[in-house]
Nanobody
Framework: QVQLVESGGGLVQAGGSLRLSCAAPRSISSINAMGWYRQAPGKQREFIAQIEIDGITKYADSVKGRFTISKDNAKNTIYLQMNSLKPDDTATYFC?????????WGKGTLVTVSS
């Protein structure tokens, strides 16, 4: 089982910023993509952002222009810089990696945006 270590969640006021990070084991060398999903209370988990092995990034329309995903290949770590946060961004954020077409998930980190 692949263990992902997430950090950076917390409470922030609307308009503020947070930076999430997710570290995968350095022993993994065949990561196809890493990304973030979120799940708000009573809602389904939704895609937020992804960065592929070649650096190509994808974003959900709801976060384009506000969130930026980046990675540190040497550390097998990804980051999600979240700016201009809105109360609707309140959710548990989950890290996801794809290794040999298999998805692995972190336990999630809670982000709460107050109005």
């Amino acid at each position: 089982q692949v263990q992902l270590v997430e950090s950076g969640g917390g409470l922030v006021q609307a308009g503020g910023s947070l930076r999430l990070s997710c570290a995968a084991p350095r022993s993994i060398s065949s990561i196809n993509a890493m990304g973030w999903y979120r799940q708000a209370p009573g809602k389904q988990r939704e895609f937020i952002a992804q960065i592929e092995i070649d650096g190509i990034t994808k974003y959900a329309d709801s976060v384009k222009g506000r969130f930026t995903i980046s990675k540190d290949n040497a550390k097998n770590t990804i980051y999600l810089q979240m700016n201009s946060l809105k109360p609707d961004d309140t959710a548990t954020y989950f890290c996801n990696i794809v290794v040999s077409r298999i998805n692995y998930w972190g336990k999630g980190t809670l982000v709460t945006v107050s109005s």
